[in-house]
Each structure stands twice: as structure tokens, then as C-alpha cells.
């Protein structure tokens, strides 16, 4: 069993939602891989204990790292955490990972709820593809997009069908701008995490991490145990790497098996 070292040194990676949970552990892995990392996240301070994202990723491992507010449901200022790479060259992978979690019966779900939800996760992922591939192309460059989509990408969940739709989008975002940006050389990819335990899930995940081999999820996890966030890092690094050349439009689920059964 061996463990990939990934080599992103001279990279300039931006990961949103950085702050915390996957896109925490996704920038701290690029940080440790030798990447300069932009975190474009609505807060600069995680939730839980730690220092920010940016400055762990300076202290642990001696890398260079900043954060820039961005809220992502704004194209503009998304176009501003693009701009702000340029100051390192330029944005070689774009990580589309900041969304809002709701949940919520179908027939109560009011407009502003559902508009505030939409704008967050599709247009921040739309854009930021935009943003991203349009910065790439300017410099000739072949760079990378991944995106945080879900197991709700592929499959409903009670009361989820807001949080659901949106992330249903982001599989045909990623996909059709695969094909469409293709022809820069730039390759789109997703990973779709699984129940994993993190702010988002607040409230469930201490009872769940105990539970998940004994049902304590809406279905059983076949691996056993609940996911954590550094579980997607590896993945998102794989896929923005040369070692997946050959891999666009694809979605992968990091997710224990849940989506198996
Ligand atoms: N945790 C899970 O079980 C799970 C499962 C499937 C998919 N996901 C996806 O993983 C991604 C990260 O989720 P997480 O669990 O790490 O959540 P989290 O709440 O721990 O982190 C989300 C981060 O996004 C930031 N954010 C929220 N709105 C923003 C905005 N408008 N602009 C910029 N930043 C904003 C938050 O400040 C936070 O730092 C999301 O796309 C989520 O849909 C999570």
C-alpha cells in the first residue's frame, strides 16, 4: 500500500471554502505539495480550533498561501481571487468547493431560501470556471478545474431536494465544460464526497462517526466509518495532477461505498 506524494511546486492553486472542513484539508494538502494556495472563502478564521488555512499552510510548511475574501455567489469577485493569482502567475487549479448546505421540506422551501442557496453553489461553481479557464486560455496556459460535488450529484436525500438540485448541477457543470474548454487543454473533474464530518454536518457527526458501521446513517457506510475531510484531499490532488491526463468530465465518489449499495 503506498502513498502518493504529489509535486505542485511553482503551482498556483485557489481553493474556495478553504476556511474549513474539505476545502481546508484539500488547501493544506496542496500547501504541503508545494503549491502557492489562495483561499477565497466568505470567513478568513476556521470554525472549529486552528490557525486560518493560509497561515498554517506558511508556518507547517513554509509555502506561500493568502486568503482573499470572496464571496462566491458574486462572478465578480470571483474574478478578483483570479486576478489576485496573477501576482504568482496566474491560476494553474481552480477548486470549486465552497456551497451552502439547506435542508428543508420540498413544500416549505420559499424563494429567497432557494435563490440564496442556488446563487452559492451553481453560480459560484459556474463562474469560477469561468473566471479560472478564462485566465488559463489568456496566459496559454493548460490548466485544471475540480469541483466539490456530492453523492446528492447522483442520488436524493429526504428533505434535500434544494441542496440536491444544486448539486446535481455542478455534475453537468463539470461536464459540459469539460467538453467546452477541452480544446485549451483544460481538463474539468469532480470529486462527490460521501457523508463526510464537518461543520456542514454539524450536529450529526460525532453520533455518526460511531454509527456509520452500524447503520447510523441514512444507509449504512460499506467501508465502516464516517469520512473526513482529508479523505478528499488525495483525490483532489489526483485529479488536478498529470497522472490524470487523460481524465475530464469524470466525477468521483469518495465516499465509502455508500454509493454502491
Ligand atoms: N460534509 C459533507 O458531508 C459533504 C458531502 C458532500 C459534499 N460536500 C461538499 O463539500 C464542500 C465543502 O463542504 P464542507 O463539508 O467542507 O463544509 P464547511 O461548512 O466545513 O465548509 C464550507 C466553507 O465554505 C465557505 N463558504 C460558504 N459560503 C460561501 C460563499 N458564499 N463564498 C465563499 N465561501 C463560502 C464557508 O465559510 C466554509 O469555510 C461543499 O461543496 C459541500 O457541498 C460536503
Redesign the pocket.
Known amino acids: 500500500m503506498g502513498t502518493v506524494h504529489f509535486d505542485y511546486d511553482g503551482e498556483t492553486v485557489i481553493v474556495?471554502?478553504a476556511?474549513?472542513?474539505?476545502?481546508r484539508a484539500i488547501a493544506l494538502r496542496f500547501g504541503e505539495a508545494g503549491a502557492t494556495v489562495i483561499n477565497?472563502?466568505?470567513?478568513e478564521e476556521p470554525k472549529s480550533d486552528g490557525e486560518p488555512t493560509h497561515e498554517k499552510i506558511v508556518d507547517e510548511h513554509k509555502g506561500t498561501a493568502e486568503f482573499v475574501h470572496?464571496?462566491?455567489?458574486k462572478p465578480g469577485e470571483l474574478e478578483a481571487v483570479v486576478e489576485a493569482a496573477r501576482e504568482y502567475g496566474g491560476v494553474d487549479v481552480m477548486v470549486n468547493?465552497?456551497?451552502?448546505?439547506h435542508s428543508e421540506p420540498f413544500l416549505d422551501v420559499d424563494q429567497e431560501a432557494f435563490d440564496e442557496l442556488h446563487h452559492?453553489n451553481i453560480r459560484?461553481y459556474f463562474f469560477g470556471t469561468q473566471a479560472a479557464a478564462k485566465d488559463m486560455i489568456d496566459r496559454g496556459e493548460e490548466g485544471c478545474i475540480v469541483n466539490?460535488a456530492?453523492?446528492?450529484s447522483e442520488v436524493a436525500q429526504h428533505d434535500q431536494v434544494q441542496y440536491d438540485s444544486t448539486?446535481g448541477a455542478i455534475k453537468m457543470i463539470t461536464k459540459g465544460t469539460a467538453l467546452e474548454l477541452a480544446d485549451h487543454g483544460i481538463r474539468v473533474n469532480a470529486i462527490a464526497?460521501?457523508?463526510?464530518a464537518?461543520?456542514?454536518?454539524e450536529g450529526w457527526s460525532d453520533e455518526a462517526q460511531e454509527a456509520a458501521g452500524e447503520g447510523g446513517f441514512i444507509k449504512p457506510v460499506p467501508l465502516g466509518r464516517a469520512g473526513f475531510?482529508e479523505d478528499l484531499a488525495g483525490p483532489a490532488l489526483f485529479l488536478a495532477s498529470d497522472d490524470a491526463d487523460y481524465i475530464t468530465g469524470e466525477l468521483l465518489f469518495v465516499d465509502g461505498g455508500w454509493t454502491a449499495i
Open positions: 474556495t471554502g476556511s474549513s472542513g474539505i476545502g477565497a472563502d466568505v470567513r470572496t464571496d462566491v455567489s468547493n465552497a456551497a451552502m448546505q452559492t459560484g466539490t456530492s453523492i446528492s448539486k464526497p460521501g457523508q463526510i464537518t461543520e456542514f454536518t475531510p
